[in-house]
């Protein structure tokens, strides 16, 4: 299985209300529409105070492939686990 590791990666929180999860999205370097789409192992990973959709944030962690998720809900999209969360704190524009 591929790994990927990201660091201070700026992404966005969302709630996949069919998956009852808080998820991480961000976009794909050099694509127009290339999403990536985080589904964190645990719904504990992702710190509580930063679970509202729709918040800029800043990431580190470890994804990998996982058979087990669900496929892509468009074109452009890659689902990926999100295996670690090494860290995970509010983007700040300043």
Known sequence: MKEIRVDEQQGMVDYREDL???????HQKETIDGQ?????A???MI???LQKPG???VF???LTEDPTLPPPRMGG??????????????YNKN
Do not use: A
């Open 47 to 49: 710190p509580r105070d």
């Open 55 to 57: 918040i800029r944030v």
């Open 77 to 90: 999209e890659q689902v990926l686990l999100l295996k670690e969360l090494d860290s995970m704190h509010l």
């Open 60 to 62: 580190s962690g470890l």
């Open 36 to 40: 990536i789409t985080c589904i964190p």
């Open 20 to 26: 009852q999860k808080f998820i991480i999205t961000y």
């Open 42 to 44: 645990q719904n504990e």
